[in-house]
Each structure stands twice: as structure tokens, then as C-alpha cells.
């Protein structure tokens, strides 16, 4: 069994198809369907079905898939790890987070990271961060930027930043006759909330029963939509404190603390503890310490 068989291998099962396995390696089909015969005559056991045009991967091919995986990614490593000594940053990062951070933290950092090396490609993976963190475990992401705390043992974390979730509303809205506000007086506005996420988890979790006697009139997937409804009087909402600074400064929405509330959004980000770093990726890591108020936290656990 050598590396070639296990890439042929993994292309079909990746591509359920002999023919287009062979186009992405640029070899012929029949050099493909050799290679991976070969590989079961060795292991003396069928890694493919065939159920019409396609092939899919028999209980044997799934394990022998899991550890090609691996071995690929490996192998990459390794080349990655022998051409990075002697070179400057280069190559690409491959970085996750939800939409609100994309928007509201990490385009100074990539504007300052981007000044300084600028031969390193940024690559995003935009979802919640229970998705980016399955894909960091995976090894699909170089870095993940999520809500803390997170599990996962075999995972570095560094926290960068810490902030107090407040209430905003239109301008108008008479909760704003207020300097802050309790829960309860939240519960007779219709309420904008996020339709998912780790900061909405965590809301359910902080009002407990007063939950179900809430009016939530709308749940939307964007920061920005919640804020656009909220500006025109549709609702209020809860959201981390610097992400509407802007709009009362403009006049748009209106900003302030929920005394009951007490609940903190912390960020950090988030890699394999095992996972080979590039000089792109180690760059990274030092340009965030740099740009971002990095702080202790019980939740970090690398040096």
C-alpha cells in the first residue's frame, strides 16, 4: 500500500466516480481502477460498490477512508513544514467564524495582517460556531474565531476579547426614557432575536422561565438585518455592545445596559493542538496577540 494507491483511493471515494477521480488527477480511468484493485488485493477486501453509475464505499472502504485522510493531510504537513524554513509567510489560511464576527472584529485584523504579508491568501468559512468547530476538528479549518466555551480537550485556546451584551432599540422607543432596564421590562416589546447560535443558547439559558413569556416576534440569521428591523420600530434586541456603536452614534438605534441581564460574549480563537502550523498561520496568531486586547480567561489552555 503506498501513497499513490491511497490518493487514487481517496478521490474516488471523495468523487464516488472512477472517470471523475481520474480527470481531477489528470490520469487515465483505467490506471485509477488498477491502482485501486491492486490496494484490494493487498488489504483482500472490496473498498467499492457499484449502484448505477456511481461507487460508493463498502464498511471496509469507510474505515481505509478515515485513515487516507489522514495520511494525505499528513503528507501535506510535512511538505508544508520542509519549504517553510527557509521562505517568508506564503501559501493560505483557511479561517472560520459566524457572520457578526466576519462583519464587526476581524477585518482590522486581516487589514493589518494583509499589510504585512501580503503573499498569504485568506480563505473564510462563514457558519455558527458549532459548525466551525466540528470543521476544526476535522482539520478542515487552519483557525475557527468562536463564542467561548467550547469543548474539545484537543484544542488550543486563546481568548481575545470580551463584551457586554445590551439592549438597543429605535430612537423613539419609550424603554428609552431609561438609563438601564431590567428583564422584565423587556417583556412587553416584541423581541428580534437570532434563529440560532451559541449567544442565542446562552439567552435561553439567562432568562430561564421568563423565556416562554417573552414576545418574540421575529428570529433572523443576520446581525445586520436585526438591527435594520429594530431601527424602523419592528422590535428590540440584545446584541454585543460595539456591534451597533456606530448606528447610535448616527442616530439610527439606541444602545443601553440590561441591568438583570449580566451576560458576557468572550471570543477566542481556536486550532488543533496536534495540527502543523505554517509560518502563515504562526503569523497570524502573533498579529491578532498584537491587534486585539488578548486576555486571561479560565477557558484558555494553551502556553
Keep these: 500500500m503506498n501513497l499513490d494507491q491511497i490518493r487514487n ?28 484493485r491492486m490496494l484490494e488485493e493487498e488489504l483482500a477486501a472490496k473498498l467499492f460498490d ?9 464498511r471496509a472502504g469507510d ?14 504537513e510535512a511538505k508544508l513544514a520542509v519549504t517553510d524554513l527557509n521562505t517568508s509567510p506564503k501559501g493560505k489560511i483557511v479561517i472560520g467564524a459566524n457572520e457578526a464576527t466576519f462583519l464587526y472584529v476581524l477585518p482590522e485584523i486581516f487589514s493589518i495582517f494583509k499589510d504585512k504579508y501580503p503573499n498569504v491568501q485568506i480563505s473564510i468559512y462563514r457558519n455558527f460556531t458549532k459548525k466551525v468547530l466540528e470543521k476544526v476538528k476535522t482539520n478542515q479549518l487552519d483557525f475557527g474565531i468562536v463564542t467561548l466555551p467550547i469543548p ?33 421590562d423587556l417583556i412587553p416589546y416584541p ?10 443558547e446562552r439567552l435561553v439559558k439567562r432568562f430561564g422561565d421568563l423565556w416562554d413569556k417573552l414576545n418574540i416576534s421575529m428570529e433572523l440569521a443576520s446581525i445586520e438585518t436585526i438591527k435594520k428591523f429594530v431601527s424602523i420600530g419592528m422590535g428590540i434586541s ?6 451597533a456603536e456606530k448606528e447610535q452614534k448616527e442616530g439610527v438605534l439606541h444602545l443601553q445596559p440590561i441591568k ?16 502543523y502550523l505554517s509560518r502563515a498561520c504562526i503569523t497570524f496568531l502573533e498579529v491578532i496577540k498584537e491587534s486585539m486586547n488578548c486576555i486571561p480567561s479560565s477557558y484558555a489552555n494553551n502556553d
Design 9 to 36: 483511493f481517496h478521490a474516488v471515494a471523495v468523487h464516488k466516480s472512477f472517470t471523475i477521480a481520474a480527470e481531477k488527477l489528470f490520469r487515465t480511468q483505467p490506471a485509477i481502477s488498477t491502482q485501486v
Design 238 to 243: 440584545i446584541v454585543p455592545k460595539s456591534y
Design 152 to 184: 474539545g480537550d484537543e484544542l488550543n485556546i486563546l481568548p481575545i476579547s470580551t463584551e457586554e451584551l445590551w439592549l438597543i432599540t429605535e430612537p423613539n422607543h419609550p424603554l428609552n426614557k431609561k438609563l438601564s432596564c431590567e428583564i422584565n
Design 191 to 200: 423581541l428580534i432575536f437570532h434563529s440560532a447560535g451559541t449567544t442565542r
Design 50 to 58: 457499484r449502484i448505477g453509475k456511481k461507487v460508493f464505499l463498502t
Design 260 to 275: 438583570s441581564l449580566n451576560l458576557i460574549r468572550e471570543l477566542g480563537v481556536i486550532h488543533r493542538k496536534n495540527r
Design 63 to 76: 474505515v481505509l477512508f478515515t485513515y487516507a485522510e489522514r495520511l494525505l493531510s499528513l503528507h501535506d
